[in-house]
């Protein structure tokens, strides 16, 4: 549902009631302005953004990472992948 702000703000009564049914999409001068959503929807959110993996790019990584990464090994039950790594 799409609703200008002045009317959101007017109504907001009803668009409570309407976020638990669907979000509302509030607009201010024919742009998207924000969403209203039902509680339980923040919540879902909340636990699914808290979830998500963090993207980090190789140039991103600072140098003390990088050799970090480079310099480490697997456990000693793992030490013929390890010898791979030293090719």
Do not use: C, W
């Not at 999409?25 to 808290?50: I, M």
């Amino acid at each position: 549902m799409k609703v200008p702000a002045t009317e959101f703000a007017k109504n907001f009564g009803r668009y409570q009631s309407e976020a638990a049914h669907e979000v509302i999409e509030v607009t201010s001068h024919d742009r998207t302005a924000g969403y209203y959503v039902s509680a339980r929807d923040f919540d879902e959110f909340l636990k699914f953004k808290a979830h998500m993996r963090k993207i980090i790019r190789a140039g991103e990584l600072t140098d003390a990472t990088t050799e970090l990464i480079r310099s480490s090994t697997m456990s000693e039950r793992h030490n013929a992948l390890n010898a791979l790594l030293d090719d």
